[in-house]
């Protein structure tokens, strides 16, 4: 006590008044960050290590049994040509929609971004899908695709015989994709947008009084300027891409053969149609773990690519 | 400091969840102190039905005031009905009695989840079991015991638009069985010609949509085909008598266009088919909008075969109910309400199986129908296929089928795949 009173009077006070402003203030930020955090625990956190658990059992949900089998889970994962089938199905789905969606949304974004008449019109018209029921937006298209539906009524009245557009392989997993592409391409189109129009105009117009063409401008100006939102548009669409199931269980249930039986959907199947509880907890974990992979390349690979960060 | 306050946080909110999710635990219970509140799952949406069901349940609740306090009736979606059971019961919310797929019954007697209602029924005065048909328990027992009450029975026959027919001047089904005429082949002829006609479709096996395959058992009983061996541990798709039958359908739809192709939607109740294949208990979708009948399944190769479809009550054994829903079980199905349930599900009584008795509760349907299709077509039929791995198998199946509702498959290649991917899933 008395040599506390006895010390130094300024600067061991300053000290402590600033350690425990600083203390009121963690702690007021940990209650603004509180609703969040235990949110976070309790929807996000807590299923996922739920999820890591129960894939290390045998559970089975109608003998109420639930065996804890180690990596068992994970090795019939390796060995399980439906689990590979899987895999396969949802890169050709992810590379197709990424491909697509992104040079379409782009293509749109650099039209609407020129000062023409009917914009508004065009961009509302091309948005609108984005705020429409996932499921009835993918009903009305399983309808149109139908073998005698409102695409193969269409292509017959110009005298073309139409595929069966989601009974056979190829022209399934085109049509899941396109069905998708329809459906954000919006979004990511209004994202391009407003990156374009942040684009500096004295950039380009000092590009063009370089003697650039205008696909040259677009390519060397343009491009490397909006880099930042090509890259963030790829990481949104290729993690959601790997989420796709509503398209499947409404157009394709799978099929043609499994060659639409995407890695969601194989989970689905293996939790609620086959029971294997466990088993289907294993492909979330992994499939946990493969999009993780992929946003940590695009986003370690940015330097390369993404202007800003050179 | 920072980190210290941070798990000092994450610790409290651990605790208190942990905290919050026992006390969650115990409100499960609570039932089994007082009434009981008893939840069956059921597939139908029909109000009717529904209405039946909940007459039947106040008037139970009525009696039994102390050890029941209400009874609900919870709709799932038809085709996602076991899954939405399934997902219940891994929630921990499982419902204290259910309707069960036939489909689905071997998986759910061998696994222990339902309860052995044969004591029950055997103990509840006036209920006479031994007067249930043998012939219908059969897919719900277990050594002895009886893990679900099938409580429809519902023979598979040929709903017929006879104007369509009459109109393309095809002759009327009812007319060939007088004269014996009336197989799969005749039946064929008559939908191609009358779709012909008519621009719409012909013979549609409803709900079939070229995934349900379980559906073609209608067509492929009577061709002496089975998918698998009666014991479940063999395929059978590539015995001779499902070949047969498999190149009979695929010449259907690809070559005579008897039957309508994949992707095509025809409703035979909306007037868009001159024949459907499907259960009885669709005729309350008819109206006066067409003049049709209703047959019995055309004879094959085999012969007649009669198919039905069934479904089960059971049980739920580690319910908190399970006493009192076995209870309300035994009621809901005692011989007065077995024949009020008559209406909309043919019982697997003797007693009640007479065209007079179904006729009172089927206005729509004469007594010859009735005696027909139902009366007869239930003693001695075979049942919808079903298997203890079923819904592994169905996937798997309809995964290889696939390849053959093309107009150039190869039906013994595809009948051969179909085999492997399904003999893996026979054996386990």
């Known amino acids: 006590m008395a040599t506390a009173t006895l010390g130094p009077p300024g600067p061991p006070t300053r000290t402590r008044r600033r350690g425990l402003n600083r203390r009121e203030d963690t702690l007021t930020g940990f209650a603004f960050v509180l609703p969040q955090l235990v949110g976070s625990l309790l929807f996000v956190i807590g299923p996922l290590v739920a999820v890591v658990w129960y894939s ?193 269980a409404v157009l394709t249930q799978g099929g043609p053969g499994t060659s639409t039986t995407v890695i969601v959907y194989y989970l689905y199947q293996q939790a609620f149609q086959f029971q294997e509880f466990g088993y289907a907890s294993a492909v979330s974990v992994v499939l946990f773990v493969i999009v993780a992979i992929l946003t940590f390349v695009q986003w370690q690979t940015r330097r390369r690519w993404v202007f800003h960060e050179v | ?133 043998p012939d219908a328990l059969r897919l719900w027992e277990n050594d002895g015991g009886l893990y679900a009450y099938p409580f429809s029975n519902s023979p598979f026959g040929v709903f017929v638009n006879t104007d369509q027919l009459t109109a393309a001047g095809q002759p009327l089904p009812a007319d060939l069985i007088a004269s014996g005429d009336w197989t799969w082949d005749r039946a064929a002829q008559i939908a191609a010609a009358t779709a012909q006609t008519s621009g719409k479709a012909g013979l549609v096996v409803r709900d079939f949509e070229f995934s349900v395959w379980e559906y073609l058992a209608t067509i492929w009983a009577s061709f002496g085909a089975q998918p698998w061996s009666e014991d479940g541990s063999t395929c059978e798709f590539t015995a001779p008598e499902m070949i047969d039958a498999l190149t009979w359908i695929h010449d259907q739809i690809f070559t005579t266009g008897a039957m309508p192709g994949p992707g095509t939607t025809a409703d035979f109740f909306a007037g868009d088919a001159a024949m459907t294949v499907t259960q009885i208990s669709r005729a309350s979708a008819l109206d006066d909008s067409f003049g049709w009948d209703l047959v019995p399944l055309p004879d094959g190769p085999q012969g007649h075969v009669n198919v039905i479809g069934q479904a089960g009550i059971g049980v739920f054994a580690d319910g908190p109910n399970a006493e009192a829903a076995a209870d309300f079980l035994a009621y809901f199905t005692n011989p007065e309400n077995a024949e009020r349930l008559a209406a909309y599900f043919p019982p697997p009584r003797t007693s009640l199986l007479t065209a007079d008795t179904l006729q009172a509760a089927n206005a729509k349907l004469s007594a010859e129908q009735l005696q027909a299709v139902v009366v007869d077509g239930i003693r001695g039929a075979v049942t919808k296929p079903a298997h203890a791995n079923f819904a592994q198998l169905q996937q798997a199946i309809r995964a290889e089928l696939d390849a053959l509702w093309t107009a150039d498959a190869d039906v013994s290649a595809v009948a051969e795949s179909v085999c492997a991917a399904a003999e893996p899933l026979l054996a386990g």
């Open chain 2, 1 to 133: 400091m920072k980190h210290r306050n941070l798990w000092g946080v994450a610790g409290i909110t651990a605790v208190a969840l942990t905290l919050t999710a026992c006390g969650g635990g115990d409100g499960g219970d609570s039932t089994s102190d007082g009434p009981a509140a008893l939840r069956m799952t059921v597939w139908t949406s029909d109000e009717a039905q529904l209405a039946l069901f909940q007459e039947i349940a106040d008037a139970y609740v009525a009696e039994h005031s102390d050890t029941v306090s209400e009874i609900s009736f919870e709709t799932l979606p038809f085709e996602e009905y076991t899954t939405g059971i399934t997902t219940q019961i891994a929630g921990g919310n499982p419902p204290d009695l259910a309707w069960i797929f036939e489909s689905s019954a071997p998986e759910f007697v061998a696994s222990g989840a339902l309860l052995d209602l044969r004591p029950v029924l055997e103990e509840t005065d006036g209920y006479d079991v031994d007067d249930l048909e």
């Open chain 1, 56 to 248: 290390l059992h045998d559970w089975n949900v109608l003998a109420n049994s639930f065996t804890y089998s180690g990596t068992d889970n994970y090795e019939r994962l390796a060995s399980d040509p439906g689990f590979h089938d899987a895999l396969r199905a949802s890169g050709i789905f992810s590379a197709g929609l990424v491909l697509l969606n992104v040079s379409l949304a782009l293509a749109l974004a650099v039209m609407l971004n020129q000062r023409l008449p009917g914009t508004a019109t065009f961009r509302a018209f091309f948005f609108s899908p984005v705020v429409v029921s996932l499921v009835a937006w993918t009903i009305v298209w399983g309808f149109l695709l139908q073998a005698d539906g409102g695409i193969n009524g269409f292509l017959s009245q110009l005298g073309v015989d139409g595929p069966n557009w989601l009974r056979e392989g190829p022209t399934a997993m085109l049509s899941v994709i396109v069905v998708q592409v329809f459906k954000n391409v919006g979004l990511n189109m209004v994202l391009f947008l407003a990156a374009l129009q942040g684009v500096p105009k004295e950039v380009r117009e000092a590009a063009t009084m370089d003697g650039a063409s205008p696909w040259r401008s677009f390519w060397s100006v343009t491009v490397p300027l909006i880099s930042g939102t090509i890259l963030l548009v790829s990481i949104l669409t290729v993690v959601g891409s790997l989420q796709v199931f509503a398209q499947i």
